[in-house]
């Protein structure tokens, strides 16, 4: 069956850009600051129809619609680690001093032949250690379906595992979450592994839509693991 063909006026899972600063009115943010990898940065395959323009940017210009003032820094480097984020970014990142935070949720970490998850663990703590050293809130993702790597045939219990930690932590740091970021049902890009520009519309709206921290969304279907946003196809901005 053929897919119908949407633009970034005609997608029904999008929000124009209207709608999307009416969700951060009230924003108190001045300072957004987006650590980490290429998720973080926002890289992708170009959508005919989309503005070539990751996540990241996005989440900014609305904040900067809503907030003149803003300052955005996006420190993130095509693949990072967890550990060269902290080697590479974390000074800089400290001393620009954010107060909304986005920090990467250890897709590279995995990557390797035999990943040893207790050290992923510990050098995810101290990120967000870090992170909430800096006073911001601070936001990540969880990865989805569509982040593969077919020649690890255990990764789909590797993307499980990294979720877990990413979950807990933010639960003890109160970081919120936008669960599944390349979920199977949002990503299209032919590489599965790279979202799309389409794609990156759908990443950004969890963010805004009830990552609000003088709005606490309801928990109630997420249980304890921090604050959960999902993200499976869910809007984002034009």
């Not at 650590?35 to 990241?56: E, K, N």
Request: charged share 20%; proline share 7%; aromatic share 6%.
């Amino acid at each position: 069956m053929e897919q119908p063909t949407f633009t970034e006026t005609t997608d029904p899972f999008c929000l124009d850009q209207a709608d999307a600063a009416a969700l951060l009115t009230e924003a108190p943010w001045g300072r957004y600051a987006v650590i980490g990898d290429s998720l973080s940065a926002g890289t992708g395959d170009c959508s005919p129809g989309y503005r070539d323009q990751g996540w990241s940017d996005r989440v900014a210009g609305v904040l900067r619609s809503v907030r003149p003032d803003l300052d955005y820094l996006n420190l993130s480097e095509i693949g990072a680690t967890t550990a060269q984020t902290l080697e590479n970014q974390a000074a800089r990142v400290v001393e620009f001093s954010p107060d909304l935070l986005h920090v990467p949720c250890g897709a590279n970490d995995i990557v390797r032949r035999q990943p040893d998850f207790g050290e992923i663990a510990r050098t995810l703590r101290r990120m967000y250690t870090l992170a909430k050293g800096t006073g911001a809130l601070p936001t990540t993702f969880t990865l989805g379906k569509a982040y593969v790597v077919p020649v690890f045939p255990d990764w789909p219990e590797r993307i499980a595992t990294v979720n877990a930690i990413v979950r807990g932590l933010a639960s003890e740091y109160d970081a919120i979450v936008v669960g599944r970021a390349l979920s199977s049902s949002c990503c299209r890009s032919r590489q599965r592994a790279r979202p799309e520009c389409a794609d990156h519309r759908s990443m950004a709206r969890p963010g805004m839509n009830r990552a609000q921290p003088w709005r606490r969304p309801d928990m109630s279907s997420h249980g304890s693991s921090g604050r959960i946003v999902p993200s499976h196809r869910a809007s984002m901005i034009s």
